[in-house]
């Protein structure tokens, strides 16, 4: 009996053109290249240029993302884009995409789940696919966090970029295998007794500014490793499949300790791992489908490899996703 999946077309992604080094860094803020790479593996991050604002880097992964599944953007009655930088309050930042690409049916929405929204959206628009309501999607995941440092407080300032990156999602029928294209399981969880541990000290209804970035480091790394992994070995046991049967291991672009702690605990061997955060920094939502973009652009990611996502974001918020591409 065939099942009904959400299988990926097509995917792209988009940096803005100004590059900040570590060494850069060090002359605005006391830190240092050695200092950064250390605790993080960043070396460099992308920063948006004035006026350039996170829907204006969503469509250009989105074009590119359309042009990779060779579709025309009213092909899409569905966009869900995962952004905690909105250019707006409101309305969502998806509506200006869905404007600026010219679609003018279905809908569009944003979804807040910080470093996890691209997994969450993902989930999302998987679910809305199978239900047979909307037929194409495109799940993005953008961010402008620059807009939102502290430019003087180090433990920041140096981890996070700006960027975009997109997929391109199609309903259909497949035999209900774990051969399957498409996305085969998600868990999503959150936990908000941890939220003071990273979070934005301003907002509409209490300071009515947006305020900065703020985050406890060393609590934040003492839970993911084991939010994340746990969320992993969910997707594997609800998809019958193991660590060992993963192709490719994708994940949030936060750390690169956090990233090889949980690639240990699972087993998954550092040739499989997908690690862009040395050139990207934390894009926070933007960072799996910036990777995934990479991987597939230089090869890696082929037809029929099996890509395991996760993430952990403010709130907390984690999850995972099991792909077949």
Same mark, same amino acid.
């Given at each position: 009996?065939?099942? *009904? ?10 940096? $803005?053109?100004? #590059? ?5 860094? +060090? ?27 996170? =829907?204006?880097? &969503?469509? @250009?992964? +989105?074009?590119? +993302? ?12 569905? %966009?869900?884009?995962?952004? +905690? ?18 679609? #003018?049916?279905?809908? &569009? ?13 993902? /989930? ?19 961010? #402008? ?10 433990? *920041? ?6 960027? /975009? ?5 199609? /309903?259909?029928?497949? $035999? ?17 007794? @941890? ?8 907002? $509409? ?20 490793? #084991? ?6 070995? !969910? ?5 019958? *499949?193991? &660590? =060992? !049967? ?16 949980? &690639? @240990? ?10 690690? *862009?955060?040395? %050139? ?42 099991? %792909?077949?591409?």
């Amino acid at each position: 009996m065939s099942i *009904t999946r959400s299988i990926v077309r097509g995917c792209g992604s988009y940096l $803005p053109a100004r #590059t900040l080094t570590n060494a850069e860094l +060090a002359a605005m803020v006391d830190t240092s290249d050695d200092w950064i790479v250390q605790r993080t593996g960043i070396r460099e991050r992308h920063i948006a240029a004035a006026g350039e604002v996170t =829907s204006d880097l &969503a469509v @250009h992964a +989105a074009e590119q +993302a359309l042009s990779a599944a060779g579709l025309e953007a009213q092909a899409i009655d569905l %966009i869900v884009l995962a952004t +905690a930088t909105p250019d707006h309050t409101f309305p969502a930042s998806a509506v200006t995409v869905q404007a600026k690409l010219g679609i #003018t049916g279905g809908a &569009a929405f944003d979804v807040q789940a910080v470093c996890s929204g691209f997994v969450f959206a993902l /989930a999302t628009a998987d679910s809305m696919l199978r239900t047979g309501g909307f037929k194409r999607a495109l799940v993005i995941g953008s961010e #402008t966090f620059s807009r939102i440092l502290d430019w003087k407080d180090r433990t *920041t300032c140096v981890i996070f970029g700006d960027g /975009a990156g997109a997929v391109v999602l199609e /309903a259909g029928e497949q $035999p209900g295998t774990i051969q399957d294209r498409g996305v085969l399981g998600a868990r999503l969880r959150s936990d908000g007794r @941890h939220k003071d541990k990273l979070y934005v000290d301003g907002g $509409p209804s209490t300071t009515g500014t947006s305020g900065y970035l703020r985050m406890e480091g060393k609590e934040v790394f003492r839970h993911a490793v #084991t939010m994340i992994t746990s969320a992993v070995e !969910d997707v594997l046991e609800a998809t019958g *499949t193991k &660590a =060992s !049967d993963i192709d490719w291991f994708v994940p949030h672009q936060a750390n690169q300790r956090i990233i090889d702690g949980c &690639a @240990h605990k699972l087993g998954v061997g550092r040739e499989k791992i997908v690690s *862009t955060v040395a %050139i990207h920094g934390n894009t926070s939502a933007a960072s799996i489908p910036l990777a995934l973009h990479t991987a597939v652009a230089d090869g890696r990611i082929k037809p029929g490899d099996l890509v395991m996502i996760e993430a952990m974001g403010g709130g907390f918020t984690w999850g995972a996703a099991l %792909i077949r591409w």
